[in-house]
């Protein structure tokens, strides 16, 4: 199937039916300084993920605010919520582009959360959701973040499918009894049983030495049977929460697209020039502001059109900026990410830090 988007560019269009999305989690504790070890290690494979959600974005003591152009990934559109803010440290979610997602407003006092529509087969919808709940919120804020689980929950007759992840920071709970040691954490349980949703995490996803170790990374569901393949990954950079990837089980549309982009270097300029050659002054003569843009910029893509070529950009994954010592160095970071998952020991913990400070 053919769509001309126009003068500019073609694109074109085929629809799949897929089976699984493959998703990747991570509180990153500022993705920004992160974002070349995340690309290397996710985006250069010929399989990418379907779905990357990142919590803590921002450094704490960011000189500057962010701009959503500094952390754009060819592919993928992107969901922001709380960025660029002064107060808090952001959240965004990457969706592919092939994947016809649409952000979603759940009315709620609890601030940092993105909400995500991502239809599948027939009249079925996904709703996804990734929340960031600091680990120093009062009460309020926990009664809020139980508001926003229920209203989502609530919105059953449009979403047929409810997938969450984020950083809940609720270090005493046990998930495999699924109890807690607080009157908060207790209630949180309680609040997921009310909605049927389930809690999939079952190994530690932050590790420190001489900590206990703990599960704080969450990934919820309200169908355990469409969660698959959870890994357990050497985290980004110096954070010490794990990088989540997971496949979730499900049938829906994927779109792949082919771009043709306008090929300036081989364009006819000398044309192009003549072509625009115009008594701009009786052309725009009379005509308000917007009039004129209008007018200039018909004459312009009709000139366009004529003389610069098209071209369909190729294909870029496997490309990095990165030299090939420091993509060695991101491999055996994460080999002894390994060794020390396997023994547990300050040693293998040493080890380990030596290659990530390297990294």
Not at 27 to 55: G, Q
Not at 84 to 112: L, M, Q
Not at 250 to 257: H, S
Request: with cysteine.
């Amino acid at each position: 199937m053919l769509h001309v988007q126009s003068s500019s560019s073609v694109k074109l269009v085929n629809d799949f039916n897929h089976q699984g999305l493959c998703c990747i989690y991570t509180n990153a504790d500022s993705f920004m300084n992160k974002l070349d070890e995340f690309k290397t290690r996710f985006l250069c494979d010929a399989k990418t993920p379907d779905i990357i959600a990142i919590t803590e974005v921002v450094p704490k003591n960011m000189r500057y605010i962010l701009t959503k152009a500094e952390l754009n990934l060819n592919g993928y559109e992107l969901f922001p919520s709380n960025f660029p803010g002064k107060a808090k440290r952001g959240i965004i979610v990457y969706i592919k582009n092939s994947i016809n997602a649409t952000e979603v407003d759940i009315d709620s006092e609890f601030e940092e959360s993105v909400w995500i529509k991502i239809p599948l087969l027939g009249h079925d919808n996904l709703l996804y959701g990734c929340i960031y709940k600091s680990p120093s919120s009062d009460e309020s804020k926990h009664k809020a973040l139980n508001d926003l689980l229920n209203k989502a929950s609530n919105l059953g007759h449009n979403f047929t499918h409810i997938l969450i992840n984020g950083d809940f920071n609720f270090p005493d709970i046990d998930w495999e009894n699924w109890t807690a040691k607080n009157e908060t954490s207790t209630e949180f349980i309680e609040c997921l049983r009310e909605n049927f949703l389930h809690q999939m995490v079952a190994k530690p996803t932050r590790i420190r030495i001489n900590q206990e170790p703990s599960i704080l990374d969450l990934i919820i569901v309200n169908d355990l049977n469409n969660i698959a393949n959870i890994e357990h990954l050497d985290p980004l950079g110096a954070s010490d929460h794990c990088v989540l990837k997971y496949d979730y089980m499900c049938y829906f549309k994927y779109t792949e697209c082919a771009i043709e982009r306008l090929n300036y270097y081989k364009a006819d300029y000398v044309a192009l020039r003549q072509e625009l050659n115009i008594d701009w002054e009786k052309e725009l003569e009379h005509k308000n502001t917007n009039d004129m843009l209008k007018a200039f910029m018909d004459k312009f893509n009709q000139a366009v059109s004529k003389h610069v070529p098209k071209s369909r950009p190729k294909n870029s994954k496997g490309n990095t900026t990165l030299s090939k010592e420091t993509l060695s160095s991101v491999r055996r970071k994460h080999r002894l990410w390994e060794r020390y998952m396997e023994k547990k020991s300050e040693e293998s913990h040493r080890e380990f830090c030596k290659a990530r400070n390297k990294v």
